[in-house]
């Protein structure tokens, strides 16, 4: 089984900054590798598959990037609605497996 | 729009089964992939089950072989999922989920609760 190791677990930011959020799997995902928000009490939103291609509707501030073993989701400036938990997911084999979470709180 | 609403959740005794239902619209449900995703509750995900497009392959995590049945009804745009010999371990949130790359999509969830 891939393991994906988010970090950090919690991140503590103001609106307006830069969050950088990583994934590391425990084997090589080649680019497989997808990226969710969750709020509490609602299912998780895709954000970006294939590593760094963002989904449809998604704003330009979040980005992917990474291949292999090591991956990265960057949010340039946090908006107000951008606290949340984000999980990091891998499809290269079966069991599909995700990481953790990285919440991001407000500072 | 896609739209998936799970379905028959409940509280259940150890041992007991339930039997959950996702019903698909606003896509065309015989050409993706659909997967069970599970939430402890304060957990993380886990992906418990999946089949392909037209349910002639299933696969499942090792915790939940042998117990849960994945299977689907491309006439009735419906997937489902048996659960048999639940345990305290089974309590979560269970999401039916298209795909789980480029075209991800997700219900709302059904909340399972084993308890005695």
């Known amino acids: 089984e891939i393991v994906l190791t988010q970090s950090p677990a919690t991140l503590s930011l103001s609106p307006g900054e830069r969050a950088t959020l990583s994934c590391r799997a425990s084997?090589?995902?080649?680019?497989?590798l997808t990226w969710y928000q969750q709020k509490s009490g609602q299912a998780p939103r895709l954000l970006i598959y294939d590593a760094s291609t963002r989904a449809t509707g998604i704003p330009a501030r979040f980005s992917g990037s990474g291949s292999g073993t090591d991956f990265t989701l960057t949010i340039s400036s946090l908006e107000p609605e951008d606290f949340a938990v984000y999980y990091c997911q891998q499809r290269s084999i079966w069991p599909l497996t995700f990481g953790g979470g990285t919440k991001v709180e407000i500072k | 729009e896609v739209q998936l609403v799970e379905s028959g959740g409940g509280s259940v005794q150890p041992g007991g089964s339930l039997r959950l239902s996702c019903a698909a619209s606003?896509?065309?449900?015989?050409?993706?992939?659909m997967h069970w995703v599970r939430q402890a509750p304060g957990k993380g995900l886990v992906c418990v089950s999946r089949i392909n497009s037209d349910g002639s392959t299933t696969t499942y995590a090792d915790s939940v072989k042998g117990r849960f049945t994945i299977s689907r009804d491309n006439t009735k745009n419906t997937l489902y999922l048996q659960m048999n010999s639940l345990g305290l371990e089974d309590t979560a949130v269970y999401y039916c989920?298209?795909?789980?790359?480029?075209?991800?999509?997700w219900g709302q969830g059904t909340l399972v609760i084993v308890s005695s």
């Open positions: 606003g896509f065309t449900f015989s050409r993706y992939w």
């Open positions: 084997q090589s995902v080649n680019r497989y």
């Open positions: 989920a298209r795909d789980l790359g480029a075209t991800s999509g």
